[in-house]
């Protein structure tokens, strides 16, 4: 396999920032302007009260609309023309920032009226993404609902639809394309069955995508119940493949999502392991949100499992979204995710699964987590 061209690896002063600003947030002088660049995402399917910021070549989604962004020692100057912004800790500046263009794709609409920003995002500086069912089985029910989860969100304030037809993702992904020459995109779902659990939307939507552009395409969705459908995923066009445990152990996993949770984690692992057969070593990734009860060993021993399955693991800090019976929850500090992404870094590199390998999706963007930076440092 062909790697991505390498950037250049960030200096240690660059990563130990970019990693702080995931924890602590970040403060915009002028928010009502939102700071210039891609408007910034409160609520809704993540990354969520978050806004791109490209830190030493490398865009990184940094929260600035939680409860610790708004406590944040650090703080955004207006950008200039440009976009760049000088970045402050305290009356100090510290660095130089950007905040990448919003994009030309999100001034159009279909032709039933339908803004193309409500059917597909950008996310970091080159990924278009999608939830292409914005409710879920699970989100109906306080009983059952990831706590952590916001799906619903930018549904009932009109900022997105419920069901984006596979017509209109294959319009907006050529359009992303054409005008701003967005890379990879990820479709995820809501879970709409305890069946295939949103393979088969995902298959149609990827089919449409395809006949109209040739774009790497990641699928994300809880593991189905028949493995045949990662073979009909792979043949509708559907390049890589993630499926999210958001947490690694049992107790957690019941207390933050009780519904999800009652897929076991036996059934994550056969998933991922017919899943490589299927579409390759470091083509399947899961997201581990680090934070929410998980400690570092446990979280380094799954991901061990995983990579020994040949499963990208993209761990990221836990974001409070506003509106979540978590939105108090406190982020992980950067003194417990630097040592935590060091290691990784180290592991996922010794196992030959770099994000830059990636064909697409959320590990090889990268942004929602300093992962890739320690990867290329070890």
């Not at 920032?97 to 920003?117: C, H, M, N, Q, V």
């Not at 069912?133 to 549904?155: D, P």
């Not at 479709?187 to 552009?213: F, H, Q, W, Y």
């Amino acid at each position: 396999m062909s790697s991505t061209p390498s950037i250049p690896t960030p200096s240690a002063a660059s990563r130990q920032l970019m990693t702080e600003l995931q924890s602590f947030g970040l403060r915009l002088a002028d928010p009502t302007a939102a700071n210039g660049g891609v408007a910034s995402r409160k609520g809704g399917a993540g990354p969520s009260d978050h806004k791109a910021v490209t830190v030493d070549g490398h865009t990184i989604m940094v929260p600035v609309h939680t409860s610790s962004a708004w406590t944040s020692p650090f703080v955004a100057q207006a950008p200039d023309a440009q976009g760049r912004s000088a970045l402050m800790r305290g009356a100090i500046p510290i660095a130089s920032i950007e905040f990448p263009k919003s994009p030309r794709f999100y001034a159009l609409s279909t032709a039933d009226g339908i803004p193309y920003s409500h059917i597909a995002t950008l996310h970091g500086s080159d990924v278009l993404a999608t939830t292409v069912l914005q409710n879920c089985i699970r989100y109906e029910s306080r009983r059952k609902t990831c706590k952590f989860c916001a799906i619903g969100q930018s549904l009932a304030a009109g900022r997105t639809i419920a069901h984006k037809t596979p017509a209109q993702l294959a319009e907006v992904a050529a359009a992303a394309v054409r005008l701003d020459g967005v890379k990879h995109m990820v479709m995820t779902t809501g879970t709409p069955n305890a069946t295939d659990r949103g393979a088969a939307v995902l298959c149609a939507s990827a089919r449409a995508i395809k006949a109209e552009v040739d774009l790497p395409l990641q699928a994300q969705c809880e593991p189905p119940d028949d493995d045949l459908w990662f073979e009909r995923m792979r043949d509708a066009g559907i390049d890589t493949l993630g499926m999210h445990l958001e947490t690694v152990t049992p107790e957690v996993r019941e207390r933050v999502m009780p519904g999800k949770a009652s897929v076991p984690i036996a059934r994550y692992l056969q998933a991922f392991e017919a899943a490589v057969k299927v579409f390759g070593r470091g083509q399947v990734s899961t997201y581990i949100l680090a934070g929410l009860g998980d400690t570092p060993e446990a979280i380094l021993a799954m991901s061990d499992q995983l990579l020994a399955l040949g499963v990208y693991p993209f761990v990221v800090p836990f974001v409070p979204i506003s509106g979540t019976p978590l939105e108090d929850h406190p982020a992980p500090s950067s003194d417990f995710m630097k040592p935590l992404l060091e290691q990784l870094g180290a592991m996922v590199s010794a196992a030959g699964l770099r994000s830059g390998d990636i064909k697409a999706g959320c590990g090889k963007c990268g942004a929602c987590s300093s992962l890739s930076v320690y990867e290329s440092a070890a």
